[in-house]
């Protein structure tokens, strides 16, 4: 299993440009979800899904879409990039069946100019 | 808004000598969750305690829980240089969402050779 995965690992974008963000799994995991690490923040949920079709919004959503077509996908979309968009972005996936203890992805750096 | 508040921020400490690391939480929880994350990367799953239990051991961790006092401590012993990293509190609160993890803004660790 190559568990969680996320492209690009690194992107710069310029104030206003649109990009996404690809996370997958191969898990079979019910639960996906969406985080942004900033410095002395800790992680801060931006979106999140329990399963193909089903999404809603964590504390963070504003200025980000997403969609789960496929249990596997879970693309994060930024619509309009601000430089408050400047962040580490982390997916993770769980299933109730471990208690849904959390697999990361490695991360995508985003920086916005 | 985050859940887990850990203590401290920061720990520096020398091979050999124990590390303790504790987090405090508001709101009654189905289980609390430690990670760890290494520079630069994700978060790895450390350990998973639930509310119905006091103590749980995992080679070197071993994580206590205190329903009442709503904390957790999370020990590491004879600690190794390899274990320098960040370590994140996260609880799944009774009542939200299934799969939802509240994170902590985390520990740094330092274990100096």
């Known amino acids: 299993n190559a568990g969680v995965t996320q492209t690009p690992k690194f992107q710069v974008l310029k104030t206003g440009q649109s990009m996404t963000l690809q996370c997958a799994q191969d898990m079979n995991h019910e639960y996906m979800s969406w985080y942004r690490q900033d410095p002395g923040m800790g992680l801060r949920l931006i979106h999140y899904s329990v399963g193909a079709g089903i999404t809603d919004q964590g504390e963070v959503p504003n200025g980000y879409n997403v969609s789960r077509s496929t249990t596997e996908d879970f693309p994060l979309r930024l619509l309009s990039a601000a430089p408050s968009q400047t962040s580490v972005y982390f997916c993770a996936s769980s299933y109730a069946g471990r208690g849904y203890e959390q697999y990361f992805g490695p991360g995508t750096r985003l920086t916005v100019t | 808004s985050q859940q887990g508040e850990e203590d401290p921020q920061a720990l520096s400490i020398q091979e050999g000598e124990n590390a303790t690391m504790n987090c405090s939480y508001k709101t009654s929880i189905n289980n609390l969750q430690w990670y760890r994350q290494n520079s630069g990367r994700g978060l790895v799953h450390l350990i998973l305690?639930?509310?119905?239990?006091r103590e749980k051991h995992s080679g070197r961790l071993r994580v206590t829980l205190d329903t009442s006092k709503k904390s957790s401590s999370l020990l590491i012993t004879a600690s190794r240089a390899a274990d320098t990293a960040s370590y994140f509190c996260?609880?799944?609160?009774?009542?939200?969402?299934?799969?939802?993890?509240?994170f902590g803004r985390g520990t740094q660790l330092t274990v100096w050779p």
């Open positions: 305690i639930r509310s119905n239990e």
């Open positions: 996260a609880t799944d609160r009774r009542g939200s969402t299934l799969g939802r993890l509240y």
